[in-house]
């Protein structure tokens, strides 16, 4: 099955700084590999999510890469600010796998005025 | 739209009970629900995958008579924890598709199950 790694665990940058979180997968057949925003005690929000057929997706202040060959994907955070201060997780599915996400194991990032 | 709601939030039982908790999709038909189990500063763990009118899909080491998943309709899904003992006290969280593509997840609130 799917195996998801996700470094770091823990991230602390100051506020304005860029924060990039890593992610990497052993099932080649994945396709579909989103991030999502964890707040202590709430649901996980999608905040973005790249296919395979792309390489690089935006939204504002957010940026997913992704490298097929490597198998490995980036969540990059720009202009951090202290509501940013979250667990990010990651997460690849493929369909031959039921469309099932598999999550790496979080990162704490936290957002230092 | 996407929205995902969980029912109830929290809840408190004695250890040998049931509880029930139940995933709706409000604003749109999710063809598949998914339910995970959050411990304490770790990742979410899938516990079964569940398509509406079909038996639910349990991910290996989850006890199906245990964890007893029921998906009535496109919008509704139930997860019973039956004879709930402290070790089952967790976070329980649902998620549906099918609004965005078959991969696309949205997460319910979750519930906060404690067993005494």
């Known amino acids: 099955g799917e195996n998801v790694e996700q470094h770091p665990s823990t991230l602390s940058v100051q506020e304005g700084d860029s924060a990039v979180i890593k992610c990497t997968y052993s099932?080649?057949?994945?396709?579909?590999f989103p991030w999502y925003k964890q707040e202590l005690g709430k649901r996980p929000q999608l905040i973005i999510d790249?296919?395979?057929?792309?390489g690089e997706k935006k939204d504002q202040r957010i940026a997913v890469t992704l490298n097929k060959t490597a198998k490995h994907f980036s969540l990059h955070i720009t202009e951090t600010q202290p509501e940013d201060s979250a667990v990010y997780f990651c997460?690849?599915?493929?369909?031959?796998?039921?469309?099932?996400?598999?999550f790496g194991t979080g990162t704490q990032l936290k957002v230092e005025l | 739209g996407a929205v995902v709601s969980q029912h109830p939030s929290r809840v408190i039982c004695k250890s040998g009970t049931s509880v029930k908790i139940e995933c709706r999709s409000l604003?749109?038909?999710?063809?598949?629900m998914f339910w995970y189990r959050q411990f304490p500063k770790q990742s979410l763990m899938l516990m079964a995958t569940?398509?509406?009118?079909?038996?639910?899909?349990?991910e290996q080491g989850v006890e199906k008579d245990k964890f007893l998943i029921n998906h009535a309709s496109l919008t509704l899904s139930t997860l019973t924890v039956t004879s709930a003992h402290p070790e089952d006290s967790s976070f329980y969280i649902c998620?549906?598709?099918?609004?965005?593509?078959?991969?696309?997840?949205?997460f319910g609130p979750g519930t906060r199950l404690t067993v005494l």
């Open positions: 604003d749109f038909q999710a063809t598949t």
């Open positions: 998620s549906a598709s099918g609004l965005a593509g078959p991969d696309t997840q949205y």
């Open positions: 099932d080649s057949a994945s396709n579909y």
């Open positions: 569940s398509n509406e009118g079909s038996k639910a899909t349990y």
């Open positions: 790249i296919r395979s057929n792309v």
């Open positions: 997460a690849a599915s493929s369909p031959g796998g039921g469309n099932k996400l598999t």
